[in-house]
Structure formats: structure tokens, C-alpha cells
């Protein structure tokens, strides 16, 4: 299994422009997560989905908009990208209950200039 | 106010200490925590939950709860260098258990 896959790890992006942030799990997981990662700021959720077309908003989805068409893919997607979006963003998932792990992809480090 | 909040570090210490981390939540909702860690450049993996009030271990690391103060605490016995990592304490938010809450993280580092 490959787990949880995130493209591209590396992004830079001009102010206005637009683009997608690629997430993928083959772990048949119903929930999926994306989180952006600040210093001083921790984890913060954007968006997250309990499953195929079930979406919904976390703390900080000004910005920011997700579609979950499979189970498999949660893309992100920035609209007009802001210095202020610079960040690491990771995308996760589990399975639903309780004590149940959620793991995380490797991240894609976006700078927004 | 985030509803996790982590002591904010960062921690260096000598190979062989104790390390002590912390956390205290607000939502008297949350019912059980997790301990995550994560390497540099790299995604946070689980490092262990626990559900109740009292202390859990798993080998060096024990996790203890204390809901009446709604404080949470992770010790490292014996630590070595590839502790070094940053830890992050996290909870879902009480019923809705798809929506994890997370602390800042401390960064520990385990001096040889």
C-alpha cells in the first residue's frame, strides 16, 4: 500500500494565480482531511469529507475548496492564492469511530509569492 | 483560543533525560487524545492515544490524562537522539470524531 500520496511536494505560486493540490490514499478510508501547518499555529483543518461527495468546512476554509468524486482522491483546491496561504499542507485520512488512526501524507510546501 | 493547547518549546535536552510534554484542552466534550509525532519534513505519525484519565505506556513513552484539570502529558523515558521530533497533542472534537483538534507541537531535541 502506498498509504496516503500528496502532489507536487514542492509548489511557488504568484499572488492571484490558482492551482491544485493532489491527495490520494488506497487505503479505503471514508474520512479525509487537509491541513495547513504554520509555525506557532500547529495543525489546522480546512476541510474534510466523511465520504464520497460529503464535504464539509473545518477552522480555516476561507480560500479554499475540496470535492471528494471517489473515495480514493480529495483534491484541494486554491482559488486566487495569497501570500497568506503560504504554508505545508498535508492531507489525511481514516476510518470512521473512534481510537482509529489518521494518517497523513508527506505534505506539499507551498509559497505563494 | 485554540481548544488544544501545547506548551510551545522548544525542548533540548541530553540523551538519557526524562522529557516531559504538555497540554491542557477547554471542550469538556473531548473524551480521548492522541500523541502525534513528526520528523522534520515529514507528516505526523500517530505515537499513541489513550481514552481515559490516568496513564498509559508503550515501552519509553507513557501518555497521562487528568480530565478534572483537562490536562494532557506525554513522558519520554531514557531518551536518544532519534527522539528528536516535533510532538503534537490532538483530540477529535468530542461526538463529531472526524474533526481532530491539535496542539501547536513542541519540538524536542535529544542532544548526543
Known amino acids: 500500500n502506498a498509504g496516503v500520496t500528496q502532489t507536487p511536494k514542492f509548489q511557488v505560486l504568484k499572488t492571484g494565480q490558482s492551482m491544485t493540490l493532489q491527495c490520494a490514499q488506497d487505503?479505503?478510508?471514508?474520512?479525509m482531511s487537509w491541513y495547513r501547518q504554520d509555525p506557532g499555529m500547529g495543525l489546522r483543518l480546512i476541510h474534510y469529507?466523511?465520504?464520497?461527495?460529503?464535504?464539509d468546512q473545518g477552522e480555516v476554509p476561507n480560500g479554499y475548496n475540496v470535492s471528494r468524486s471517489t473515495t480514493e482522491d480529495f483534491p484541494l483546491r486554491l482559488l486566487s492564492a495569497a501570500p497568506s496561504q503560504t504554508s505545508v499542507y498535508f492531507c489525511?485520512?481514516?476510518?470512521?469511530?473512534?481510537?482509529?488512526?489518521?494518517?497523513f501524507g508527506p505534505g506539499t510546501r507551498l509559497t505563494v509569492l | 483560543q485554540k481548544e488544544v493547547e501545547q506548551d510551545p518549546g522548544p525542548l533540548s535536552v541530553p540523551e538519557g533525560a526524562i522529557v516531559s510534554l504538555n497540554c491542557t484542552y477547554s471542550n469538556s466534550a473531548f473524551q480521548y487524545f492522541m500523541w502525534y509525532r513528526q520528523y522534520s519534513r515529514k507528516g505526523p505519525e500517530l505515537l499513541m492515544y489513550?481514552?481515559?484519565?490516568g496513564n498509559k505506556e508503550d515501552g519509553r513513552f507513557t501518555a497521562q490524562v487528568d480530565k478534572s484539570s483537562k490536562y494532557i502529558s506525554l513522558f519520554i523515558r531514557d531518551s536518544q537522539p532519534s527522539d528528536s521530533a516535533t510532538y503534537l497533542c490532538?483530540?477529535?472534537?468530542?461526538?463529531?470524531?472526524?474533526?481532530?483538534?491539535f496542539g501547536a507541537g513542541t519540538t524536542v531535541t535529544v542532544r548526543a
Open positions: 487505503m479505503n478510508h471514508e474520512y
Open positions: 490532538g483530540s477529535p472534537e468530542g461526538s463529531n470524531d472526524y474533526k481532530l483538534s
Open positions: 489525511a485520512s481514516r476510518t470512521g469511530g473512534p481510537y482509529n488512526e489518521q494518517f
Open positions: 489513550t481514552y481515559s484519565s
Open positions: 469529507s466523511v465520504g464520497a461527495g460529503i464535504t
